[in-house]
């Protein structure tokens, strides 16, 4: 049996940037995922490094995702760095041009000093805007596959032991303490166990017997080629987004469907993303589809995040549920628990995200 200071059970990038936190700090871990890491909800993800609506998000995870949004340049600057790979960060701004929001979206910005809101006059002519849009030119977005690649490669370099391809069946506990996992190729022992298996933590913990409130929001989401590139901002219209990238390539996202943990992609949801995406920009009539996907959400429900210890197991931890912001805050809540696991205040409580909580409701908003 090999034995490990921590084992991150779930190998997405909220695993991923958990274990790379652990491991700069010194500790041994081993990274488990039943695929290959990061092929999941991280992969499928947009990469847009804002909330959707951050005019209405709950404060703890605005400041998550303020945080998140401020880490972000010198995370992907330093990833760069020791692993060679460019996860892609670039600040296109984000035009929001839901006329429901666009009061709210102002109000907002007014009560934060750190928001700017401009105006929008010179759009290209080929893009349908509505009368009122406004850009928020710091909004960043970076290539989610590419900053898979990076962390992949700095856990390697920082030696942290990945096991793809091995489903953890089993938690192993001895008087309330975790001791080690069995997988489906054997079993591992560590000191500690953090639990960051997305929409599937559920199927882990009802082996200790406890459970979250947490479920699966199936998002589809479109990759379009056009000849010419036009588009620089991504464009926010409800929950529906256009994501250009630098290559020419344009992301069209995303839907919002309860069919629990399939995953199938459909012809419905292709006509809503194409239908929508060219009354916006009509152009895209005559954009190649380059690659139709999807991936499952893990939703908490009230709109914030569980990281913290589990009850009743003083060594075991979650870091999940990160639904619609989990490329944003990957890093910070990897922080916020790492620095918790260290002793070290952080520059939050971690009872702001109590897994134990019961307010949530399981009203997907
Ligand atoms: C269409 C779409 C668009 C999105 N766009 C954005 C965006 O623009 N910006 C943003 O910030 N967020 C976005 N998100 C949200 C973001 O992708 C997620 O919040 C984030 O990826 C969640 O990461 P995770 O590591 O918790 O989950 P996942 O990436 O799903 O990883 C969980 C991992 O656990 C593994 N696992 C599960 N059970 C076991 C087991 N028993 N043993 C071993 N391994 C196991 C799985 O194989 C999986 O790899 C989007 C999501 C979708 C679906």
Redesign the pocket.
Known sequence: MNNYDYIV???????MTTARELAKRGASVAI????I??????W??????SSMRPWQEHPDSAELSRRGKALYPDYCESLKDETGIDPGYFRSGLIVIDQDHIDRLLNWAQQDKEIQCIDIDNLPAAINLPQISVLLPEIAQIRPPRLIAALCKSLKLLSVDIFEE????KIITHNSRFTGVV?DKGSVSAGSLII?????CN??LKNINREIRLKPVH???LCLKLKQRELISIILDGGHYLIPRLDGHILV??TMEDTGFNKCVTETAYRELFDWAISIYPDINKATLIKHW?????ASGDQKPFIGSITGYENIYIN?G?????????PVSAKLLVDHLAGITSFMSLENFNPSRVENSLKIA
């Not at 091995?166 to 069946?169: A, H, I, L, N, P």
């Not at 960051?196 to 599937?200: I, K, L, N, S």
Request: glycine content about 24%.
């Open positions: 059970l779930g190998g997405g990038v909220i695993g488990f995922d039943r695929g890491l990061g092929m999941e909800a991280s499928a993800a947009g990469g847009i490094l091995s489903e953890v069946k997988f960051t298996a997305g929409a599937w199927s882990i998002g589809q989401m996202g995303s999807s991936g499952l959400r893990p999940a990160h639904f619609r912001k989990g490329i944003l805050q990957a």
